[in-house]
């Protein structure tokens, strides 16, 4: 295998002395770690030095590999210009993964830098790494707002694009943990906090790269992370391959949690091809679908398939006909069809009242509006499908409150009304934990400002799933 060793690894700038002046003495157990972590590359002497970094280009949907022959940086904006780098990129294995990016039609490359100059987060791994080894190009790639999965993927291309050119390569994940771990830390605390710790660590330990890959993301964002996308591409490059994995150290007295541990591959292993996994797991949930879900799969399918929307009693397997609840053929009702992606949100659209005979054809046209009229996605395509999961929300009748006090996020729906202006938020929605956001995110919706007069309304649903 090409890429001989992966780490895992923190950028806190005040690590570096000339930056910390004495207060890095607080984290000497981590640079004891670091310098280990330099000792071994040297060792290995690669020939590339991959490193993903939190704090380079970022883009919503793209992921950015820096271009050209090289880039410079320094730590003056951390008052120690003197710390400065010249490094050189690997531009073949920059050009491979690009290429192999377009043949896919996968969103990376090189496109859109904004600026060339070394990152704090590629910056202070190689302050380490330059003391033990001057050799090696590096390559500096971004992150993005993708979902786990993209990212999962790129690792994979990575690893693809070092095994066609022969490279021998370490990667190197540049990323802190929780930066709200303490409430004397600069982010302040939540519990999220030490439970990203606990959790991302005993997935490091076990170089459980399929757990790292499902964490939620709002449990990510609430912990606010910056290096578990770094983290699930280093894992990517490994897909398949059995790994050892060593735990150096991991401290959380600053209020930020930093941890290092290195990855060493031990050969194929099928039963660790954690994509693959994922598509199992879905598969095995659409299995258990009910009705009212495998109905909206059906119809999005059909058309994203033909062009056409599904004939209920024409094109619906006479199976499916005859095991739909009564409520499906005879009951008018508003219901919403939201699809996710990888965890991610890819359409939601629904109807508060019914607009159809029954509440099956409002889900049939529904499903084809989420999946296809969205206005904030793209419509989904054909290849997509395998990806998507599914459920449907069937609203009860909305009814008029007085007060926010009569709201509860997990139990009721908001909509709300200033004249014309309506906008409607489902219940039990992940990431809206409280009323006052609940309302705050239905008012946007319906372009209604807080200073205008609104009236509340609460309504019930069922949810399948």
Known sequence: ????????????????????????????????????????????????????????????????????????????????????????????????????????????????????????GTMVPLYFIRQYYGGGKIIRIGLSGLSLAQHYRLGMMIREACDALGRKAVFVASGDLSHKLKEEGPYGFVPEGPLYDERIMEAAEHAAFGDMLSFDENFCDKAAECGHRSFVIMGGAFDGCSVGAEVLSHQDVTGVGYGITVFTPKGENPNRRFLEEM??????????????????????????????????????PEKLMSSMPEELRNKRAGAFVSIHKEGQLRGCIGTIGPTTDCLAEEIVQNAVSASTRDHRFSPITEDELPWLTIHVDVL????????????????YGVIVTSGYKRGLLLPDLEGIDD??????????????SPAEDYRLQRFEVIRHT
């Open 1 to 120: 295998m090409s890429i001989v060793a992966g780490f895992m690894v923190p950028h806190p700038p005040m690590i570096v002395p000339a930056v910390g002046r004495g207060t890095e003495a607080v984290v000497e157990e981590t640079t004891r770690a670091y310098r280990e972590v330099a000792r071994r590359i040297a060792e290995i002497a690669p020939d590339t030095i991959i490193i993903t970094s939190p704090h380079s280009v970022m883009y919503a949907d793209y992921f950015h590999i820096s271009p050209g022959p090289g880039a410079e940086g320094d730590f003056g904006r951390f008052g120690a210009p003197e710390v400065s780098f010249d490094e050189a990129y690997d531009y073949e294995l920059v050009d491979r993964l690009t290429e192999l990016s377009v043949d896919r039609d996968f969103p990376a490359g090189i496109e859109g830098e904004r600026d060339s100059r070394l990152d704090h």
């Open 279 to 316: 598509l199992r797991q879905i598969e095995a949930e659409r299995e258990q679908s009910d009705a009212y879900v495998t109905l909206a799969r059906l119809s999005m399918e059909h058309y994203i398939k033909t062009g056409e929307e599904l004939r209920l009693y024409e094109d619906v």
């Open 396 to 411: 009860g009748e909305p009814e008029y409150i007085d007060t926010k006090d009569e709201l509860d996020v997990k139990s």
């Open 435 to 448: 009323v006052e956001t609940q309302v705050s995110i239905a008012m946007r919706k319906g372009g209604i």
